[in-house]
């Protein structure tokens, strides 16, 4: 009590139990793992021309190569955080080998992952805070990338409006895999736009014409589902978090 502590442990020997060591560790290792989630997307993001982490007037992508914008920031993190996502193994051993009170053998490790372990998460943490704070957004490379793969998404809700005209669904649904085929082949292979809606339009099976199949996807809202909402209900979540 008089070192403010509100909560012991039931049983103990000569020390805690060295699971708390574990349960801290895989803790900062959690903080890695999502850090790291976050900076590999934003690397194959970063690939694709979409989106991109903080880059400086003056800061060099590469020696080698002047066009290059590395994901400098976003590299250190995942392999910050792979360091610390490792050390979890490290303080379950710890913990496993205490034998009946404990063993020295716990002490070094110790001395080096636990401070290792905070210091790393919060390296990662500062890291993570610079890059979400400065993140480059290209509207423009996200919309010609929805353009090519939009008509894809949407053949499941063409084959069901053919249905609700009539159509045999497992006939529709053979039709709607014929065209897909051929135009992801066109795609691929050729390195042309999707046509598939195109394709679909001229096809005298499917009830709608081209026009009619673009009007019905739109701008491809309909299938992100609640993302737009849950991005406004975590922004309030913390804003009413930083009042408290």
Request: proline share 2%; charged share 30%; aromatic share 6%.
């Amino acid at each position: 009590e008089k070192l403010g502590f509100d909560d012991v442990f039931a049983v103990t020997g000569q020390t805690y139990t060295r699971k708390l060591d574990m349960k801290t560790g895989e803790t900062l290792a959690g903080i890695g793992a999502s850090a790291h989630k976050f900076a590999v997307d934003l690397r194959l993001l970063s690939n694709l021309k979409v989106q991109e982490e903080p880059f400086e007037k003056n800061q060099v992508g590469s020696s080698a190569m002047a066009y290059k914008r590395n994901p400098m920031r976003s590299e250190r993190m995942t392999g910050l955080a792979r360091k610390l996502m490792g050390l979890v193994a490290d303080f379950a051993a710890t913990y496993a080998n205490q034998w009946f009170e404990r063993t020295l053998d716990d002490s070094a490790i110790r001395r080096m992952d636990i401070p290792q372990a905070f210091l790393l998460a919060d390296a990662i943490l500062k890291l993570f805070l610079n890059v979400s704070s400065g993140m480059v957004v290209f509207p423009k490379q996200i919309e010609r990338h929805l353009r090519q793969e939009l008509p894809f998404m949407a053949t499941e809700q063409i084959l069901m409006a053919c249905v609700e005209c009539g159509k045999s669904r497992q006939e529709m649904h053979e039709v709607v895999k014929i065209h897909s085929v051929a135009a992801g082949q066109v795609v691929k292979e050729e390195g042309r736009d999707n046509d598939l809606l195109e394709r679909l339009g001229r096809d005298e099976r499917i009830p709608f014409t081209q026009a009619d199949l673009e009007d019905m996807i739109g701008s491809g809202s309909q299938f992100t589902g609640r993302a737009e909402q849950q991005v406004e209900e975590r922004k309030w979540r913390r804003k009413q978090g930083s009042q408290r």
